[in-house]
């Protein structure tokens, strides 16, 4: 099996955005060298955190693969209506911006909090406590995938949205903001492209039922 490239920092970004024009750049599959269509499946290297593109052969070896080299990333975001998180239930995550994702790391054996930034994606260091009324509050995250499947919250402004999300589509929101954000502020193309964003990932998401907790 060929080790897979590095991909480019905005290589998940086209599958969400839009489709590569007829005479672009050609994607292959980073395992087996296959050329992929435009929309494809991904697989995480986990140690290293990278996304590489796969071919449905190559993406199907590694289903319910678990604790090996790649994961395979879930296609489709998923909706969480009646999801419950307050003002002080954010606070208390203590992050500096009211856009993050938060995913469950099997080498950190602990859930991390990213934001994004024009730099890229920022770690934060999540206090456990607040993590876990926030689950308690919402079942549903205890079956998050680790590593592949993240919950992507945007509460900028009047916005108040939440939903699972591949982690892919989380590295592609920060692709977007490097590439929109303009000035101290990001100007308003970024927040309205950040929108358009969430508006596209919330028309792919089907809607997830919480889990019963035995009384």
Avoid: K
Avoid at 118 to 134: E, Q, V
């Amino acid at each position: 099996m060929t080790p897979p490239r590095t991909p480019s920092p905005f290589a998940t970004l086209r599958q969400f955005v839009r489709e590569e024009p007829a005479d672009g750049p050609v994607e292959r599959c980073e395992l087996c060298g296959v050329r992929v269509p435009p929309v494809h499946r991904h697989l995480l290297e986990t140690a290293s955190r990278q996304v590489a593109c796969a071919c449905d052969g190559c993406a199907l070896r590694f289903e319910d693969v678990v604790e090996g080299r790649f994961a395979l990333i879930p296609r489709d975001p998923r909706a969480l209506p009646g999801f419950r998180l307050d003002d002080g239930l954010w606070d208390s995550l203590s992050l500096p911006i009211n856009l993050a994702f938060f995913y469950r790391s099997s080498a950190a054996d602990r859930v991390v909090a990213m934001y994004p930034s024009p730099a890229g994606a920022t770690d934060s260091l999540l206090p456990l406590h607040a993590w876990s009324a926030l689950a308690e509050a919402n079942p549903v995250l205890d079956r998050m995938e680790p590593d592949v499947e993240a919950l992507l919250v945007n509460r900028v402004g009047q916005n108040r949205r939440a939903l699972l999300a591949p982690i892919d589509a989380c590295f592609g929101l920060v692709g977007l903001i490097r590439l929109h954000w303009r000035g101290l502020s990001g100007g308003e193309r970024v927040w309205e492209e950040i929108d358009a964003y969430f508006e596209r990932l919330e028309a792919q998401s089907v809607p997830v039922r919480e889990p019963r907790r035995e009384a």
